[in-house]
């Protein structure tokens, strides 16, 4: 499989952005990791519902807005760091493989922590 280019936004407001997204996906973007953990379950629905729908099954969010995953198309999740180290299994990320989630990634900031 060739390589494919994820891009992550800023955590902070862009002018603009969720216009510059969609003509990205537009243009063939794959993978768009949705990064704005500073907004509640409702302000990141809503900037979800800025993407087209056709395109949000392109978008990972991290994992405290596993909850818009039904409603919103989301199929890719993202673990903080902090997120991937408290999981005492991996039982739980096969249940989210059961629930649709059909990719999962996570932050490594040094090799010799994973």
Known sequence: ???????????RPVADELLILNE????????????????DLK??????????EEFRNRITVIH????????HGIS??????????SLKSTD???????RGI???STSIHAANEY
Do not use: V
Request: hydrophobic content about 40%; some cysteine.
């Open 1 to 11: 499989m060739p390589y494919q280019l994820t891009i992550i936004t800023d955590n």
């Open 24 to 39: 990205m996906f537009r243009f063939g973007l794959m993978n768009l990791h949705l990064r704005k953990p500073m907004l």
């Open 43 to 52: 302000e990141m629905a809503l900037c979800i519902e800025g993407i087209t």
């Open 64 to 71: 405290q807005y596993l909850p818009l995953q039904k409603t």
């Open 76 to 85: 890719k999740i993202h673990f903080t760091e902090k997120e991937r180290l």
């Open 92 to 98: 739980y990320l096969a249940s989210l493989r059961k």
């Open 102 to 104: 059909s990719q999962i």
